[in-house]
């Protein structure tokens, strides 16, 4: 089966900017998960959702950050303006309930 | 919320010796928990998981102990080869409906 699909694979931009990150998730996943990881450690979720509502954005910077699925399908997540803190790989992952969860190629954001 | 523990944070062993990383998680409602592989600039892949309704499970030459007492699971590769070398992240979960919580990664380094 084809897996997540992210992009860009990678994106430099000047703090203050803004930018967009794309993902497709495996056909039929009704769950996605977008997850920050930061150079040395693990994935830390942002933001949850099933089918096109959100599931948890309790670690969402959602003053700078924001995500939409809409259809259920393709997720997007924005972050405007750019900090150098969110300098970081941007993890998306889909599954079905209580299934194993699948990750995309992520993003890699540098923030100068 | 999950709080998952890792350690060590890197380990070195010679080719052909076990390898065991350990994490302990807080929320004892948790009752999924995966291993992940993760090599340089590529993505999580699920190596093995556990449920809380089971005690330890084997594939090959990787096996995953539970103890839901202490709240504390182990991943365990035995005649380790030099393509295990990567970054080991354990997860957690308290149901199907939510999303992983992932320690900080063990840097696994395999020397012929």
């Known amino acids: 089966e084809a897996g997540v699909a992210q992009s860009p694979r990678y994106k430099i931009i000047e703090k203050r900017q803004s930018v967009a990150f794309w993902c497709n998730p495996i056909?039929?996943?009704?769950?996605l998960y977008w997850y920050q990881q930061i150079l040395g450690q693990g994935p830390k979720l942002l933001i949850q959702?099933?089918?096109?509502?959100?599931?948890?954005d309790s670690q969402l910077p959602k003053d700078r950050f924001s995500a939409e699925r809409l259809k259920g399908v393709d997720s997007t997540l924005k972050i405007q303006p750019a900090k150098l803190e969110d300098s970081a790989v941007y993890l998306c992952?889909?599954?079905?309930?209580?299934?194993?969860?699948?990750f995309g190629q992520g993003t890699r954001l540098t923030v100068v | 919320g999950e709080n998952v523990e890792q350690h060590p944070s890197t380990l070195s062993v010679q080719e052909g010796d076990s390898a065991v990383i350990k994490c302990t998680y807080s929320?004892?409602?948790?009752?999924?928990f995966p291993w992940y592989k993760q090599e340089l600039g590529k993505r999580p892949q699920l190596i093995i998981d556990?449920?809380?309704?089971?005690g330890e499970k084997k594939d090959q030459r990787i096996a995953v102990t539970l103890n839901k007492t202490a709240k504390h699971f182990s991943l365990h590769i035995t005649e380790t080869q030099p393509e295990d070398s990567a970054v080991y992240f354990c997860?957690?979960?308290?149901?199907?409906?939510?999303?992983?919580?992932f320690g900080k990664g063990t840097s696994l380094l395999v020397t012929p």
């Open positions: 929320d004892s409602a948790s009752n999924y």
């Open positions: 997860a957690a979960r308290t149901n199907s409906g939510y999303a992983l919580n």
């Open positions: 959702f099933q089918n096109n509502g959100v599931v948890d």
């Open positions: 056909s039929g996943h009704a769950t």
């Open positions: 992952a889909s599954n079905q309930l209580n299934t194993e969860a699948f």
């Open positions: 556990i449920r809380s309704n089971v």
